[in-house]
């Protein structure tokens, strides 16, 4: 399987899954498993409007 840049959560039906603070660990990491296969994840998706301390925390954490 080909990488993907796009971090998306399938493992809910109706998917996709909000990102939430579970999803701040497998960002931490340099490689994302999913089921696109292994890749740098650039962009995620999908928020919640309520989501601005994950977004926060991914700006002031994760961004290089």
């Known amino acids: 399987m080909k990488g993907n ?3 998306v959560d399938w493992t809910v039906t109706p998917g996709p899954a ?8 497998i960002f931490e990491n ?3 498993s999913n ?4 890749n740098c994840a ?3 998706r999908k928020f919640k409007n309520e989501s601005s301390g994950i977004l926060q925390y ?3 954490n994760l961004r290089v």
């Open 5 to 7: 840049l796009t971090y």
């Open 18 to 25: 909000f990102i939430s603070e579970k999803h701040l660990a």
């Open 30 to 32: 340099d490689i994302v």
């Open 35 to 38: 089921e696109y296969g292994d």
């Open 42 to 44: 650039f962009f995620a």
């Open 58 to 60: 991914i700006d002031n």
